[in-house]
């Protein structure tokens, strides 16, 4: 019965969770952080230039799900900068969750999930699919604690857990569906996502850690 609930629950959000850039005004949830401001971008000096008569190639559209969820700039538990688009998301298969390291509820048993994803995913984490873990609380969670942290769940490398100024943070977590005015009030919903397909599935952060796997795995064979 659980199981079947359980399921029943995963095919209802993964039809209801579409990638959120293809229908903003229906995905983006109620509450809403203040617009982080935009990073500056330093002028190409070559901008405008003749290259030997032939024209400058005109510069990519972005894609919808690049509009959506935004370059805002994040800080992994290395210190090292990461937009959260191009370096995060682009391209991958995540899973995506958020939590605190000062949580001693749900955040435990939620990240002991992922390290048992990781422990099934072997040698393709950080090669075919990526954990995410955002912190709802950035001022508390600077790198080095986030690092220390990641300790405790035997992270490797391909499992980043993000902080960084809290405008941004929250910025992301809101283009996630996951942002609260309140740290406690976080959610336990993971989002499995493969970008480069635009499936996005949502799944019980405190479920069995086989279904989330197999999830996982599912999404996975979709690319």
Same mark, same amino acid.
């Given at each position: ?50 290259? @030997? ?16 969820? /935004? ?32 949580? /001693? ?92 397909? @635009? ?19 599912? /999404?996975?064979?979709?690319?």
């Amino acid at each position: 019965m659980k199981r079947a609930f359980f399921l029943a629950f995963i095919l209802v959000a993964a039809t209801a969770f579409t990638v959120a850039a293809q229908t903003p005004s229906k995905s983006a949830p109620a509450q809403t952080p203040a617009k982080p401001s935009a990073t500056p971008v330093a002028a190409d000096p070559h901008a405008g230039h003749n290259h @030997g008569g032939a024209p400058a190639p005109a510069a990519a559209e972005p894609t919808a799900a690049a509009k959506w969820f /935004t370059d805002v700039e994040l800080i992994n538990q290395d210190g090292q900068k990461m937009r959260f688009y191009s370096d995060v998301l682009r391209g991958k298969v995540v899973v995506v969750n958020a939590f605190f390291t000062t949580c /001693t509820s749900v955040c435990p048993p939620m990240n002991r999930n992922f390290e048992k994803i990781q422990d099934a995913l072997g040698e393709r984490l950080g090669k075919e699919v990526y954990l995410v873990s955002i912190s709802v609380d950035p001022v508390t969670d600077t790198p080095p604690r986030m690092k220390e942290y990641a300790r405790k769940f035997n992270a490797r490398p391909g499992w980043l857990f993000l902080t960084g100024k809290k405008e941004n943070v929250d910025w992301a977590l809101y283009k996630l569906g996951q942002y609260v005015e309140a740290k406690d009030d976080h959610k336990t919903i993971v989002i499995i996502g493969n970008e480069s397909k @635009g499936l996005w599935k949502k799944a019980f952060g405190l479920a069995k850690s086989e279904e989330l796997v197999k999830i996982v795995e599912d /999404t996975l064979k979709d690319q």
